[in-house]
């Protein structure tokens, strides 16, 4: 296949034979959810703070909030987020849209930063972190200076500056070595990486700012997010983009372990709602707790790669070229098997979430499943992963 242009087919029916996701009871995928929620956000502007808003979460949020006529400040220091992100959420709002975007290159590690940043702002978007259990377990002290002391600085400049609503990213890794199914959030395990151990503390922290100072502090643990702009780069891309790039160059895929390790994956338009929910909730049983931000069903690795390579084979041909007489407009055929290796240290064997206290308390109801999900997601990965290898 490497050497080839891809076409993207009209989209069909999904007509996948791949084992479906377990969708809960009273999970009913509303395609106009995110519809409401801006309809919401455009009769009473607001001022937003996203932080890590180059990176892959905060740039859609930076994203869908500007459309929706609300004024947001961004803040990074492209450690791992990007400008082209940014650029590319200001292409898509277009000039009206651009007008209320102030963004601060910073690190959150420094308070001065902090400060400067929660001026003026109604609500925080939390996003800004070094990602990754592989990362924190080789360099903890560095991870934790964003982490943990990042994250402190963010919230007392949020308190002092009168921001009340601190809405930020946990994680799905503090419910460790729990073998309960689905994850509850009341009940964890013990933790098995630093990065772990960061994003409890993060949770610690944020209850007791709720106690003791009554901020209105909101964790949301995601559950292996994917979608546009997810960054296939890098000795710690996600597993997703990843598969997609090295597919598209021929390349070797891994999975680590035997590939029935499993996963709630969920796609980014969930994860835009749960903020932009806990962002608005008036419901005080929300303020100083976590959610789980999944779709509630689980799909093994092994299921994952079957899935990626299905829609692959389902939505592209290869376009017509010079260099390929003959073979332009052929459907691609991806039948390469993937390459098992050991399993890697500080993960989690199983993870699937129970959604009902988000859904509950502030009307989580994803739009989502991982299938609907990809089947909008390959076309971005195959497009930019292709244009950034031509750069």
């Known amino acids: 296949m490497e050497g080839f242009d891809l076409i993207q087919i009209e989209k069909m029916e999904n007509n996948s034979k791949l084992p479906r996701q377990e969708i809960p009871p009273g999970c009913k995928i509303q395609n106009s959810k995110l519809d409401q929620l801006g309809e919401a956000l455009r009769s009473d502007p607001k001022s937003w703070l996203v932080t890590g808003n180059a990176g892959f979460i905060g740039s859609n949020l930076t994203e869908f909030l500007l459309k929706h006529n609300q004024k947001v400040v961004g803040v990074d220091n492209f450690s791992t987020g990007y400008r082209h992100n940014i650029e590319?959420?200001?292409?898509?709002?277009?000039?009206?849209?651009?007008?209320?975007?102030?963004?601060?290159?910073?690190?959150?590690?420094?308070?001065?930063?902090?400060?400067?940043?929660?001026?003026?702002?109604?609500?925080?978007?939390?996003?800004?972190?070094?990602?990754?259990?592989?990362?924190?377990?080789?360099?903890?002290?560095?991870?934790?200076?964003?982490?943990?002391?990042?994250?402190?600085?963010?919230?007392?400049?949020?308190?002092?500056?009168?921001?009340?609503?601190?809405?930020?990213?946990?994680?799905?890794?503090?419910?460790?070595?729990?073998?309960?199914?689905?994850?509850?959030?009341?009940?964890?395990?013990?933790?098995?990486?630093?990065?772990?151990?960061?994003?409890?503390?993060?949770?610690?922290?944020?209850?007791?700012?709720?106690?003791?100072?009554?901020?209105?502090?909101?964790?949301?643990?995601?559950?292996?997010?994917?979608?546009?702009?997810?960054?296939?780069?890098?000795?710690?891309?996600?597993?997703i983009p990843k598969w997609v790039g090295s597919l598209l160059s021929d390349e070797a895929v891994y999975i680590n372990g035997d590939g029935e390790t499993s996963r709630d994956f969920t796609y980014i338009d969930n994860v835009i709602q749960m903020n932009i929910l806990s962002g608005l909730t008036d419901n005080p049983e929300a303020f100083g707790e976590a959610f789980n931000v999944a779709v509630g069903g689980r799909n093994t690795l092994n299921e994952l790669y079957a899935l990626i390579k299905d829609q692959l084979n389902k939505q592209f041909k290869i376009a017509p070229s010079e260099n390929t007489p003959g073979v332009q407009n052929s459907p691609i055929r991806i039948t390469k098997e993937p390459i098992y290796r050991d399993f890697r240290p500080g993960d989690i064997r199983h993870s699937n979430a129970d959604i009902s206290k988000a859904q509950r308390i502030v009307g989580y109801a994803p739009t989502h499943d991982i299938y609907q999900g990809m089947e909008e997601a390959i076309g971005w990965y195959v497009k930019n992963i292709s244009d950034a290898a031509d750069n």
């Open 88 to 239: 590319d959420v200001l292409a898509q709002v277009g000039d009206e849209g651009a007008k209320n975007f102030t963004f601060i290159e910073g690190d959150i590690a420094d308070f001065e930063t902090c400060e400067k940043a929660c001026e003026g702002v109604d609500i925080v978007l939390h996003q800004a972190a070094l990602g990754s259990v592989p990362r924190s377990i080789a360099d903890p002290i560095t991870s934790n200076r964003s982490n943990v002391t990042g994250f402190l600085n963010m919230l007392t400049a949020a308190k002092e500056a009168g921001v009340k609503r601190f809405v930020y990213a946990s994680s799905s890794s503090v419910y460790g070595d729990s073998k309960e199914l689905p994850k509850v959030e009341e009940r964890t395990g013990n933790l098995l990486s630093p990065y772990a151990a960061m994003k409890m503390t993060n949770e610690l922290y944020g209850g007791v700012f709720k106690r003791t100072y009554d901020m209105e502090t909101i964790g949301l643990r995601y559950f292996n997010v994917f979608g546009r702009r997810q960054d296939p780069n890098g000795a710690y891309a996600a597993v």
